[in-house]
């Protein structure tokens, strides 16, 4: 049998010192995973299997429960949403809530929306949750005083026109910190080009807006073409699939006339187009866009250009 090393044990010591989870942070998770079962039995309501797992999962390695994900969990109550709150209240380390083809009772989202507000909420996704018109309005007034939320995806809900209220509740909120908002598939219509103006006008923070697969139409971009230009902390933007056409009427183009904004606007690295109609004329003030662009980036006067149209993306550093 081989000799065992000097210090052999020591160091299998050591190790397992450092995989054990701190005495502090046992106390930390325990807590938590008490009070949500105790809440649950005092508000006679099931637990949520995915928020016990995510605790036990922090009691057993010691790491931050950071992110909550609801992947087509059965619809949630109020009072599930009550004890979600009540749970993580004075708890700072849980940053993100994502929620996937849930559904809510009456009520459970106007709760979670103020649970949302509290100031280490940073990130909120509702994605494909069957939310209604009506439902906007709860998510917008929220929004009016939310300081801390940074990330918000509302993809594939059908919340049409009403959707103006969320664009309304954000550009209302100078304390807002959001950078990002998507809003792909939510059946937005060209009549909503007012408020989206206003929110770009308005912000200070945004620096992604992706509205893909929406009703914006050539008509919803008039009033989007000098708030783009001006939004200097704009990155992308997503106008994917929205009908738009790059024709001409009474000499004006407003597709012609978003490029130029962008154009102007050497902060902006990326643009989606793609879905659109688009064709030989459009790519000309596409081309065109990204041959003043790649010249600003050469003299260190903007950021490098990707503009994506049906389905191809064109990138300025590579034209000639």
């Not at 929110?199 to 009703?215: M, R, V």
Request: net charge positive.
């Amino acid at each position: 049998m081989a000799p065992e090393r000097k210090g052999a044990k020591k160091k299998k010591g050591n190790a397992e010192e450092e995989s054990a989870v701190k005495p502090e942070l046992v106390q930390l998770y325990t807590g938590l995973r008490h009070n949500y079962l105790f809440l649950c039995n005092r508000y006679f309501t099931d637990p949520i299997p995915t928020v016990k797992h995510k605790i036990d999962e922090s009691l057993q390695t010691g790491k931050p429960l950071n992110q909550l994900l609801f992947n087509q969990t059965p619809k949630l109550k109020p009072a599930d949403i009550v004890c979600l709150s009540k749970t993580f209240n004075l708890y700072d380390q849980l940053k993100i809530l994502c929620f996937w083809k849930v559904q809510f009772e009456q009520n459970a989202l106007k709760l979670l929306m103020d649970f949302s507000k509290k100031p280490q909420i940073t990130h909120l996704e509702l994605v494909d949750c069957g939310l209604k018109p009506n439902d906007a309005f709860l998510i917008g007034e929220a929004l009016r005083t939310s300081v801390g939320l940074k990330t918000i995806v509302l993809d594939h809900n059908p919340m049409q026109d009403q959707s103006s209220a969320i664009f309304q509740g954000l550009a209302s909120n100078i304390k807002s910190q959001v950078k990002k908002l998507s809003m792909r598939f939510c059946m937005i219509p060209f009549t909503c080009q007012s408020s989206i103006a206003l929110l770009l006008t308005k912000t200070t923070t945004l620096a992604h807006l992706d509205l893909e697969g929406n009703s914006l139409r050539d008509a919803g971009l008039k009033q989007l073409v000098i708030p783009v230009s001006e939004l200097k902390t704009l990155e992308s933007l997503g106008l994917a699939n929205n009908d738009i056409h790059d024709t001409t009427l009474n000499g004006c183009s407003h597709f012609a006339q978003m490029c130029i904004s962008v154009q102007c606007n050497t902060k902006i690295s990326f643009v989606d187009f793609s879905g659109n109609f688009i064709d030989d004329h459009g790519m000309e003030h596409v081309l065109r866009l990204l041959k003043q662009r790649k010249q600003d980036y050469q003299q260190e006067r903007g950021s490098p250009l990707e503009v994506k149209v049906s389905g191809t993306a064109f990138d300025d550093r590579v034209l000639p």
